[in-house]
Every structure is written in structure tokens, then in C-alpha cells.
T-cell receptor, first 111, second 113 residues
Framework: SQQGEEDPQALSIQEGENATMNCSYK?????LQWYRQNSGRGLVHLIL?????REKHSGRLRVTLDTSKKSSSLLITASRAADTASYFC???????????FGAGTRLAVHP | DTGVSQDPRHKITKRGQNVTFRCDPI?????LYWYRQTLGQGPEFLTY????????KSRLLSDRFSAERPKGSFSTLEIQRTEQGDSAMYLC???????????FGQGTRLTVV
């Protein structure tokens, strides 16, 4: 069962612009993770934000979490062509907190 | 330790044959996940282990699929009587605990002809 859903499904921007991706989920969570997947490096963990955190930064990445709205956003600032990838919002689900992926946002950054 | 390792990287098999994939997680990681991914889709959860115990198996998974993790180390995923619809990338991931980042292997790409 899909827990998180990303929006938009696809995003196309120019290098240097910012990219914002959103994720909505259905049930209460204790953390939310973002992953990136491209053809060269496979699936890579980007950032984990816990339910008691509202914002987290990692380099050019900024993640927010609003537990009242059951939503999260991933902002990539000053995008680069190398940021071209699919981005997934991942939430724990079920009694043992298995990780469930959304369908992802496909980001294309054009030079 | 170089991360999660999956073998083989590619497998082509004829319909009806059995295939087995192996995953070696990062040592000391007690959680191990299996996912299946098709083109344009997110990884679909198949099953996961806490040490040697299989915690859950997706209801979408038919009885042709089985996974094991003997001794809580490496894991195998077997698909019996393969069908063309089984063609996909099979991903393995491991983590230490349930609320930490998961590390993924490069996957095994299965093609059923």
C-alpha cells in the first residue's frame, strides 16, 4: 500500500533554479525520508526528518515537515544538471515500520 | 565494507524457470528489505527481515516468491515458475533499526523471455 505521494510527478527546470517537490502521506509517522535515484548511482538516501522536527538542511537540500497537514517538501536550491533524477518520499508503515515508497517526482535540470 | 551487494546484476531466464537472487547487507545491519521496481514506478515493497525473522510479506506477492535470511546475514529471494510479468529490477536494502536510513544495493535486473 502506498503511503506517500509526491507532487508534481515531473518537473523540468533550468540550471541554477530552485526545485520544490512535495509529499503527502496518510497516517501518523515518526520520521520521513527522501531518496534520490538516477541511472548512475541507484537509490541514495538524502535526508531523514523526525516527527518532532519542522525543518532540516543538508547542503543545497532543505526539507520541511508539517505533521498537522501530513505533508513534507524537498527544496533543492541552485540546481545542477547532476540533480536530474527521480526523488522519492519514504515513510514507515505498519507495526514494524516497513519503508514504503511513493511514485516519485522526476526532475530534469537543463544546462 | 563496501555497502549492500546484490548478485547477479542481470539475469535472463526463460518463462517457467526458477531464479534465485542473493543480497549481502551491510554487516551489523539487522534490517533487510526486498523491493521490486518497474520502469517509471517507485520501488514496490516485497518483504523484509529483522535479523532472521521475516516480519511481513506483501499481499501482492504470489506464492511463487519466497525469501530467506538464514542466520540473519545474507538473504535470498527465489521466484519459482517465472512469468513475463516478473521482469523487473529487484532491489535489496539494509538498515540498522527501523527509524534510520536504508542503504540500497545496485539491484538485480530480471528479464523473463
Amino acid at each position: 500500500s502506498q503511503q506517500g505521494e509526491e507532487d508534481p510527478q515531473a518537473l523540468s527546470i533550468q540550471e541554477g533554479e530552485n526545485a520544490t517537490m512535495n509529499c503527502s502521506y496518510k497516517t501518523s509517522i515518526n520520521n520521513l525520508q527522501w531518496y534520490r535515484q538516477n541511472s548512475g548511482r541507484g537509490l541514495v538516501h538524502l535526508i531523514l526528518i523526525r516527527s518532532n522536527e519542522r525543518e532540516k538542511h543538508s547542503g543545497r537540500l532543505r526539507v520541511t515537515l508539517d505533521t498537522s497537514k501530513k505533508s513534507s517538501s524537498l527544496l533543492i536550491t541552485a540546481s545542477r544538471a547532476a540533480d536530474t533524477a527521480s526523488y522519492f518520499c519514504v515513510t514507515p508503515s505498519g507495526g514494524y515500520n516497513k519503508l514504503i515508497f511513493g511514485a516519485g517526482t522526476r526532475l530534469a535540470v537543463h544546462p | 565494507d563496501t555497502g549492500v551487494s546484490q548478485d547477479p546484476r542481470h539475469k535472463i531466464t526463460k518463462r517457467g524457470q526458477n531464479v534465485t537472487f542473493r543480497c549481502d547487507p551491510i554487516s551489523e545491519h539487522n534490517r533487510l528489505y526486498w523491493y521490486r521496481q518497474t520502469l517509471g514506478q517507485g520501488p514496490e515493497f516485497l518483504t523484509y527481515f529483522q535479523n532472521e525473522a521475516q516480519l511481513e510479506k506483501s499481499r501482492l506477492l504470489s506464492d511463487r516468491f519466497s525469501a530467506e535470511r538464514p542466520k540473519g546475514s545474507f538473504s535470498t529471494l527465489e521466484i519459482q515458475r517465472t512469468e513475463q510479468g516478473d521482469s523487473a529490477m529487484y532491489l535489496c536494502a539494509s538498515s540498522f533499526g527501523s527509524n534510520t536510513e536504508a542503504f540500497f544495493g545496485q539491484g538485480t535486473r530480471l528479464t523473463v523471455v
